[in-house]
């Protein structure tokens, strides 16, 4: 028997296609469009929720410190006094001397300012160019409390928190009575004055917003005395490896710190900014032992080697230190220069000789410089020729020095360069000067032996 032909809606059914309880109201014939599925309510996907970024305290120790300006979060660490940054433990800078730190800050307020009460500073900033339009968005500070080193950052985490930075620093600053920066004179210590100022937050009842008022000691200026000429740099990462025996690793440059915050302010991904503080501490911790390189330098303890001597020598000559200055000079060629440095330092050592008064140790130097074989200075020639016209009136040996002078240009012209030309003008003038005054002195002695010749027996 035939069977029966079968609808398109049964064969579907009979294949699993189409639900059994389908019905017809609800199916599609072939000839009126594709079939469909029943609609079933689902819920549309999206993508979860990503969690929150960990903020500050979920990396750093701290605090919130709420200020009448607002909330400001504020990292703290404590460091003992035996460790060593560096080369050099923490301790060793309460054992500074007052002297030595005014010295080498020149400001006498220093000398009287108790180690406790002295204030490390550094500041990082939105820009390095200062201006009314950069700000510090982290400030740190350290200082000695409670037998231990405490470090302190003040930290904006957004734009609207500048107040309460400023407000929660300030409150601080009153405890102190000096501050140390590096470079904190041309750019730390403006800055802050600047943003106190914008905000309004400089009055007469309130002088610890000033921090431009405290005895201030930057340590960029008495690095610059001792090492401008020694090493490539005087940035603090330079005499952190030349003078504390500190390497950095991985350390952020300074130009990036900017855009680090930048990009913080942004996405709120503080790990972007996390290197900055590792760098700010560092900053701080290195004020602090190279406080004490310094004075220990300045006071003569750290001074080793012939250079050392001889830039500490200069200083000391700067500082109107002139009997330190000799001593440091004598010690510097005692020990044995590089030809160069040497020259310099006979040079100062004989000037300095000369302007204490003390002639014969400087014509003893001045002697010994001309006399050496190979010497091609000019100086101890033209310094022996005003000694000997000025001070022994031995008018022959002055004009003696200044022809060996003369002799000296002449063989090495080319040494000296369109320079020689000048220095031979003016070393014939001085010879025809001194021959003038040696001819004047000699004339009445000749005359008087005449006389006494004429009317003898």
Request: proline residues 5%.
């Amino acid at each position: 028997m035939t069977e029966p032909a079968r609808s398109l809606r049964e064969k579907l059914r009979a294949l699993g296609a189409l639900p059994a309880a389908l019905s017809l109201d609800s199916a599609t014939d072939a000839a009126s469009g594709p079939l469909t599925q029943p609609e079933i309510e689902r819920t549309p996907y999206s993508e979860p929720e990503p969690l929150p970024e960990p903020d500050v305290e979920a990396y750093l120790p701290g605090f919130w410190q709420d200020t009448p300006e607002g909330r400001i979060f504020v990292v703290e660490r404590r460091y003992e006094l035996d460790y060593v940054h560096g080369a050099i433990p923490l301790r060793r800078t309460l054992d500074v001397s007052g002297e030595v730190i005014a010295r080498i800050g020149r400001h006498a307020g220093l000398s009287a300012v108790p180690p406790e009460r002295v204030l490390y500073l550094d500041t990082e900033t939105t820009g390095l160019s200062g201006g009314t339009g950069t700000y510090a968005w982290l400030v740190g500070i350290g200082h000695f409390i409670d037998g231990g080193f405490r470090l302190r950052q003040y930290f904006q985490t957004d734009f609207g928190q500048e107040r309460a930075l400023l407000r929660a620093l300030s409150d601080y600053l009153v405890h102190f009575d000096a501050v140390v920066t590096f470079n904190g004179k041309t750019f730390d210590l403006p800055l802050l004055e600047t943003r106190f100022t914008i905000n309004g937050m400089v009055h007469r009842s309130e002088p610890q917003t000033n921090v431009r008022q405290l005895p201030h000691l930057d340590l960029l200026h008495p690095a610059r005395r001792i090492y401008k000429d020694r090493f490539s740099s005087c940035r603090l990462g330079e005499l952190e490896q030349q003078v504390l025996g500190l390497v950095r690793h991985e350390d952020v440059p300074g130009w990036e710190i900017p855009a680090l915050y930048f990009r913080y302010v942004r996405n709120r991904r503080f790990r972007a900014v996390l290197p900055v503080f590792e760098h700010n501490a560092l900053d701080i911790l290195s004020l602090v032992t190279l406080t004490s390189h310094l004075c220990d330098f300045f006071g003569g303890d750290a001074a080793r080697s012939a250079e050392d001597r001889f830039s500490l020598g200069r200083a000391c000559e700067v500082d109107s230190l002139d009997t330190q200055a000799v001593a440091n000079y004598r010690a510097a060629l005692e020990l044995g220069l590089q030809p160069a440095l040497q020259h310099d330092c006979e040079q100062r050592l004989s000037l300095l000789y000369r302007r204490m008064g003390r002639w014969e140790e400087a014509q003893a130097v001045w002697e010994m410089v001309a006399r050496r074989a190979d010497n091609r200075q000019l100086y101890p020639y033209i310094e022996l020729a005003k000694y000997h016209e000025r001070i022994s009136r031995d008018f022959a040996r002055a004009i003696q020095a200044a022809h060996e002078g003369l002799a000296l240009l002449d063989r090495h012209h080319i040494l000296y360069g369109a320079a020689s030309i000048a220095d031979r003008e003016e070393m014939l003038r001085r010879i025809a000067r001194l021959e003038q005054r040696h001819d004047r002195a000699s004339a009445p002695r000749r005359t008087r032996s005449t006389i006494v010749a004429v009317i003898s027996p």
